[in-house]
């Protein structure tokens, strides 16, 4: 099995040295699993469980003062599963495995993902809260009123990245996943691309990709399909994140980042933020 892994796109963490050290200790339970989604769906839960990344314990909060999370899984087989808007989830990956699995659907969202989850034994009632989101939240003083009085606000401070993301191989089969506690401070309801397929995660049977940044750019250019488009075309992944990333740049003057594998072990990460943080491991 071989595992890489993203903490996210965005600015210099606080705790450079803390947060590799949970990616690495990540991707090594990752490659202990038997098939790719279980590797990437492991991997993914273990950082849900830190709070230093923007997913699971530690997510942004939106307009409303709720946390809510989202996550999107592929095989390279097109076996998809996404879940959104979810609050008091914490292992957003797990409620996606399940919408993948034991659903005829692509995506579930909202409350009604949550109770899905509930069915299936996952925890829906977590505290996602950390002191740091609370103290963020207690400065915020949003407006009061329903979201169109809370729209200029919003503008003024949406903002946010660190996404986390995973791709795995076992030489045949590979699979992709991505989640996300969202932006910060976004209204009220918001699903940015981390779930939406082609843009926040995306694999076919030659590679996977997993995008990490500012959501509404990535998934106006679909960032994470036209890497794996790429490799299709010929690219190696290394350069397929290269000039996927050149391409979004290009179109949307933001920032985000993206990693890249093919079935080989071949991989690739690129990034246009002040920092993206991966880890590697080949079992």
Do not use: C
Request: net charge negative; hydrophobic share 45%.
């Amino acid at each position: 099995m071989k595992v890489l892994a993203h903490g996210g796109a965005g600015h210099t963490p606080a705790e450079p040295a803390a947060r590799q050290a949970a990616l690495d200790s990540a991707v090594e339970t990752g490659v202990t699993a038997e098939r790719p989604l279980d590797a990437v769906e492991t991997t993914l839960r273990r950082l849900e469980d830190d709070p230093r990344f923007n997913a699971g314990v530690g997510s942004a909060v939106q307009s409303d003062g709720v946390i809510r999370t989202d996550a999107g899984l592929m095989t390279g087989e097109g076996q998809i599963g996404a879940a959104a808007a979810m609050p008091g989830v914490q292992h957003a990956a797990s409620v996606a495995r399940i919408v993948l699995a034991e659903t005829p659907h692509v995506m579930v969202a909202g409350d009604r993902a949550s109770a899905l989850a509930a069915e299936f034994g996952i925890e829906t009632e977590a505290d996602l809260w950390t002191e740091r989101s609370r103290e963020r939240w207690a400065d915020a003083s949003p407006p009061e009123g329903g979201p169109r009085a809370q729209l200029d606000w919003v503008r003024e401070q949406f903002g946010g990245h660190d996404t986390i993301g995973a791709v795995a191989t076992d030489g045949d089969a590979i699979a992709v996943g991505t989640s996300t506690g969202g932006r910060w401070f976004a209204l009220a309801g918001r699903v940015g691309d981390v779930p939406q397929v082609g843009s926040g995660f995306y694999a076919s049977e030659r590679a996977a990709a997993s995008a990490t940044g500012a959501g509404e750019d990535i998934a106006q250019v679909t960032l994470s399909r036209l890497a794996v488009d790429l490799v299709e075309s010929g690219a190696d992944p290394a350069t397929a994140a290269e000039r996927a990333l050149a391409a979004f740049e290009e179109l949307t003057g933001s920032t985000a980042g993206l990693i890249v594998l093919d079935p080989s072990g071949d991989r690739g990460r690129a990034f246009n933020s002040a920092a993206m943080q991966t880890a590697w491991r080949a079992d």
